[in-house]
């Protein structure tokens, strides 16, 4: 049985013994990063400074959520970074997963040493649990993915890592944040690299933008369903679009566009996974909604029914 308050009284002796000068830590708004940014803020209080790097692989309206919420934690030193163009400038031309990440993960690096050097920083506080470490070769495993607040980490990197949930399964770090009666615990998570790792092929804004878009209805159709009782709200739930282009019609139109897969999976911990039976009217309703919306980006709407394994969550 995992004691919340037991983990929260050692993790914040053990955050103040380690950090004894300034402290930078990225806030995503998930639910990993938040509660580190918040256990971290009740240790060492004025001493950290929380960033949030705008990507431009964010969700929809999630810059201003993210902004309201940290501020709703009481966390004072919060600066916002506008990157969406530094990001498409550095993956241009850039299709392989792998690849992706290492550049995500190191410009994100590179942001904080900007702004670890304006606020004078020597630590860097991060919201890593076991799942990340463990599948980004920890080890015991081969290397699935590269999560990117692991596999990104440059060796030139000056500041200390602290990392206070880095034991801790999702399932655990959703129970501490219901503790610490933070607002995030029952959203679904979100990976690190945000849309870049669900628009596969090259990064464009407006590839971004169709992912964005798809996702957004993806998550109100789902949550909305939920809601109703017609169907049980999955761990995960997103779409992705994949570079395999097909003919289609719009209007009288013939169009020749790319492809949304709609993912969701029952999980405890992300580890392994199930994917979700969903009623087919639902799924319905999304196609329409995509492929209206989309217009002609994308023109064929799938469901992926693979578990994982053999498949991972994402598609990269
Ligand atoms: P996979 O796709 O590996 O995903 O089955 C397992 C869980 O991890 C999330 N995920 C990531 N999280 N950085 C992260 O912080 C990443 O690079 C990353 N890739 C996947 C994924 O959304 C799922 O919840």
């Known amino acids: 049985m995992f004691d919340t308050?037991?983990?929260?009284?050692?993790?914040?002796?053990?955050?103040?013994?380690?950090?004894?000068?300034?402290?930078?830590?990225?806030?995503?708004?998930?639910?990993?990063?938040?509660?580190?940014?918040?256990?971290?803020?009740?240790?060492?209080?004025?001493?950290?400074?929380?960033?949030?790097?705008?990507?431009?692989?964010?969700?929809?309206?999630?810059?201003?959520?993210?902004?309201?919420?940290?501020?709703?934690?009481?966390?004072?030193?919060?600066?916002?970074?506008?990157?969406?163009d530094r990001y498409f400038e550095a993956l241009k031309g850039v299709t392989e997963p792998e690849q992706k990440r290492k550049i995500i993960g190191e410009?994100?690096?590179?942001?904080?040493?900007?702004?670890?050097?304006k606020v004078g920083a020597k630590y860097l506080v991060q919201g890593t649990i076991a799942p990340d470490w463990i599948e980004s070769g920890g080890g015991v495993r081969d290397t699935i993915k590269s999560h990117h607040n692991v596999g990104g980490l440059p060796e030139d990197m000056t500041l200390s890592v602290v990392e206070p949930l880095r034991d801790l399964y999702k399932d655990e770090v959703r129970e501490l944040a219901r503790a610490l009666e933070i607002n995030v615990a029952e959203r679904q998570p979100f990976p690190g690299p945000g849309l870049a790792v669900r628009t596969l092929g090259e990064l464009t804004p407006e590839r971004v933008e169709v992912v964005r878009e798809a996702c957004a209805i993806v998550e109100e159709e789902f949550e909305m369903a939920a809601e109703a009782g017609d169907m049980e709200i999955p761990w995960q739930y997103f779409a992705a679009l994949l570079p395999v282009r097909s003919v289609g019609v719009h209007g009288d139109v013939r169009v020749y566009g790319e492809t949304i897969v709609v993912?969701?999976?029952?999980?405890?911990?992300g580890m392994s996974a199930r994917y979700s039976e969903i009623p087919h009217r639902i799924l319905q309703k999304i196609s329409t909604r995509i492929t209206n919306t989309?217009?002609?980006a994308a023109n064929r709407v799938v469901y992926d029914?693979?578990?994982?394994?053999?498949?991972?969550?994402?598609?990269?």
């Not at 983990?7 to 103040?16: D, G, M, N, Q, T």
């Not at 993912?263 to 911990?269: F, K, P």
């Not at 029914?305 to 990269?316: A, L, R, S, V």
Request: charged share 25%.
């Open 5 to 84: 308050s037991e983990f929260i009284e050692e993790a914040i002796a053990s955050l103040r013994e380690k950090i004894d000068d300034i402290a930078i830590i990225a806030c995503s708004g998930g639910v990993d990063s938040t509660v580190a940014a918040v256990i971290a803020n009740q240790a060492v209080g004025g001493l950290l400074h929380c960033v949030y790097v705008d990507t431009g692989f964010m969700r929809k309206n999630e810059t201003e959520e993210i902004e309201a919420l940290l501020a709703e934690q009481g966390i004072e030193n919060l600066v916002t970074v506008k990157a969406a």
């Open 107 to 117: 410009l994100f690096i590179r942001i904080f040493e900007d702004e670890q050097e």
């Open 263 to 269: 993912r969701a999976v029952q999980s405890i911990d």
């Open 294 to 296: 989309v217009k002609g």
């Open 305 to 316: 029914i693979t578990h994982k394994p053999p498949g991972t969550i994402e598609w990269e």
